[in-house]
């Protein structure tokens, strides 16, 4: 391996193993995974030999390695390339999808703007920690859009709002306090990805967003009464000030401390 060649795995560990690395030339002999190799090239050229082609991929776009297929890796230019991604077991799709067959991407590479975005979070700063409802919600939007891009249609079915009704009234008791999407599983009397879907149908939102929401309502609430950034975060539930001001800014697009000056209040 040469001295500019590193491999970083996340800081965090969750359900899903996430990692970036970087590799001047030649990466990786070919080898296969049982899991969905999912990532994106962040830099440079990532040249890879799938299903007897070479392929390459750019900044921009989306590599799905199916579970069992050969491939390496290596730089498509002398500058290397960087690249972040996940590995997600088949078994982990299947609870959302529910049986169908495994979502399959010709080639091993997406233009799809929805799977781009749905792996957003999952392909986020290695640094970074992710909320147990945050990765729920992240694998059950790779799951649909990997079933999309793999051309698969959706299926009707029955909503259930009672019981998706009984997990927003769950969420609403118990907004200042940690809340996992089995939780909300148990509260509502139905299984977890049954109600993560009829949550977004019914609701216009997933889950973890509508908690996310709802706690910055608070905030602004406690905001406006006169409460610190500080106080305000933590009776909203966050982790601390900095963790709000960040959540905050990228929902409403001005920081906290800004808004209050906007509004005369600081």
């Known amino acids: 391996m040469a001295v500019s060649d590193w491999v970083l795995p996340a800081a965090h560990p969750t359900r899903v193993e996430r990692l970036e690395a970087r590799f001047a030339g030649h990466g990786f002999t070919p080898h296969r995974h049982d899991t969905y190799a999912i990532g994106r090239t962040l830099a440079g050229v990532q040249s890879f030999n799938y299903r007897r082609s070479l392929r390459h991929s750019l900044p921009g776009g989306t590599l799905v390695l199916h579970p069992d297929e050969v491939h390496d890796g290596q730089a498509g230019t002398e500058a290397g390339f960087q690249y972040r991604m996940i590995y997600v077991e088949p078994a982990l799709i299947q609870q959302v999808l529910g049986g169908k067959p495994l979502p399959f991407i010709e080639g091993g590479l997406c233009d799809d703007p929805r799977l781009f975005a749905a792996t957003q979070v999952l392909l986020g700063d290695m640094h970074s920690a992710i909320d147990p409802l945050a990765e729920d919600d992240a694998l059950f939007e790779v799951a649909q859009a990997l079933a999309t891009a793999g051309g698969q249609r959706p299926v009707r079915r029955t909503l259930d709002f009672v019981a998706t009704e009984r997990a927003r009234a769950f969420i609403h008791a118990t907004l200042g306090q940690?809340?996992?999407?089995?939780?909300?599983?148990?509260?509502?009397?139905?299984?977890?990805?049954?109600?993560?879907?009829?949550?977004?149908?019914?609701?216009?939102?997933?889950?973890?967003?509508?908690?996310?929401?709802?706690?910055?309502?608070?905030?602004?609430?406690?905001?406006?009464?006169g409460s610190s950034l500080v106080d305000a975060a933590l009776m909203a539930g966050f982790h601390d000030q900095s963790h709000m001001t960040r959540l905050y800014t990228q929902a409403f697009g001005v920081s906290p401390g800004r808004w209050l000056r906007m509004l005369g209040k600081a």
Do not use: E, K, M, N
């Open 178 to 225: 940690p809340v996992t999407l089995h939780d909300l599983a148990q509260a509502s009397g139905c299984d977890r990805w049954s109600l993560s879907r009829d949550f977004r149908a019914l609701y216009g939102t997933s889950p973890y967003r509508y908690i996310l929401q709802r706690r910055l309502d608070t905030v602004r609430r406690a905001l406006r009464a």
